[in-house]
């Protein structure tokens, strides 16, 4: 699917008068191109613009004549829509090179929903030829109402990390508990003592969160099983917590596991990193906002510990990942992201063509 998709962007840019790189970072495409503007005082930049392609294996429940057609996948974080605010912002710069100089890039970008496309494109080196100076994305957000822009400087989205943890007991019959080892009482304390990571051991001004959502374990209900393995995610906005997270969950793990007589396993993975917006180009970003939606309307302090893979970008160059509005009750779209009945108000569409385009043109500047 995103082969196709690929495909349609890099006919797109080529058409514009993109120079156009296919296969980065497996199906990513990337369409550079050079302002022929006069130069002005300093250095020419390269500015970075990235949008996200990729859908999700949902099946799509909204009966809309632009519904997914393929069963099973849908667009149900709206990176369709940054798709089409890409390409129209890559247009836009293309029919008037003249009045802007060097260069712009766009990363149309695979794989953002947990494959880490990101970094993939950087490792095949988006980053690179001509060297990237700052970088900006953005994502509709059905949190945030029509016409509200979110542009905060610092942290803006958390880390995602993930666990498995594999809890081995004895197994036995469920009527003699004291020939088994059970694994799945010691399990139940290392939720509820895991727990204690963000009750006690993480400043409460700091951002922490610890879920268990996975928890599989026993076949019959007369027999305690030999394992029960949990499963989960840790997420926060970067500094101590993040630093020392593994170390402390593995402890609590193999603690209560221990003195319950069980052994245990950890498997923890560091899947991304937080996304921290560079103070001056957030700044940036909230000025131009407010010139699209008013200076009130423009949000410097939402966050949330979900995770966007754009945080790779921000760890190498400076930039600003932005939040567009697209929620609007009245007409219907408020479903959340990666619901099946997930839609967007495409005004929100408008105003992040508006935003990426004067973005780059100030930046380049
Ligand atoms: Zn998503
Ligand atoms: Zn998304």
Wanted: charge should be negative; aromatic fraction near 6%; include cysteine.
């Amino acid at each position: 699917m995103e082969h196709r998709t690929a495909s349609l962007v890099a006919q797109r840019l080529a058409a514009l008068g993109y120079q156009v790189k296919t296969g980065v970072g497996k199906t990513g495409v990337v369409g550079l191109l050079r302002g022929s503007g006069a130069s002005g005082s300093g250095p020419e930049r390269t500015v970075l613009l990235r949008a996200d392609m990729d859908a999700l294996p949902i099946h799509e429940a909204n009966s809309v004549s632009y519904r997914s057609t393929a069963d099973g996948v849908m667009h149900a974080c709206g990176h369709d829509a940054h798709v089409a605010i890409g390409l129209a912002v890559a247009r836009r710069l293309a029919a008037d090179r003249g009045s802007w100089r060097g260069a712009v890039k766009f990363a149309f970008q695979p794989a953002e929903e947990g494959g880490n496309g990101a970094l993939a494109m950087i490792e095949d080196g988006v980053l690179e030829a001509p060297r990237v100076d700052a970088a900006f994305g953005l994502h509709v957000m059905n949190n945030l109402p029509l016409g509200q822009i979110a542009a905060t400087a610092g942290a803006i989205m958390g880390s995602v990390d993930r666990f498995t943890i594999t809890i081995r007991g004895k197994g036995g019959h469920a009527a003699m508990p004291h020939e088994a080892v059970d694994p799945i009482l010691a399990a139940s304390h290392v939720i509820a003592a895991l727990q204690s990571m963000v009750s006690r051991a993480a400043d409460p001004f700091d951002q922490l969160v610890v879920s268990v959502t996975q928890f599989r374990a026993g076949d019959a209900f007369n027999v305690i099983p030999e394992t029960a393995e949990l499963g989960g995610t840790v997420r926060s906005m970067g500094g101590r917590m993040h630093a020392e997270a593994p170390q402390r969950l593995t402890a609590i793990v193999s603690g209560v596991a221990g003195a319950l007589g069980c052994a245990a396993t950890v498997d923890y993975v560091r899947q991304t990193p937080a996304t921290v917006n560079d103070a001056a180009m957030a700044q940036l970003t909230a000025r131009i906002a407010a010139q699209l939606v008013g200076e009130a309307a423009v949000l410097t302090a939402a966050r949330t510990l979900g995770g966007e893979d754009f945080s790779f970008f921000l760890q190498r160059v400076p930039g600003c990942f932005a939040w567009v509005g697209s929620q609007n009750p009245a007409r219907g779209f408020d479903a959340p992201h990666h619901s099946p009945h997930f839609d967007i108000d495409e005004e929100a569409m408008r105003t992040g063509v508006e935003l990426m385009d004067r973005l780059a043109r100030e930046y380049l500047r």
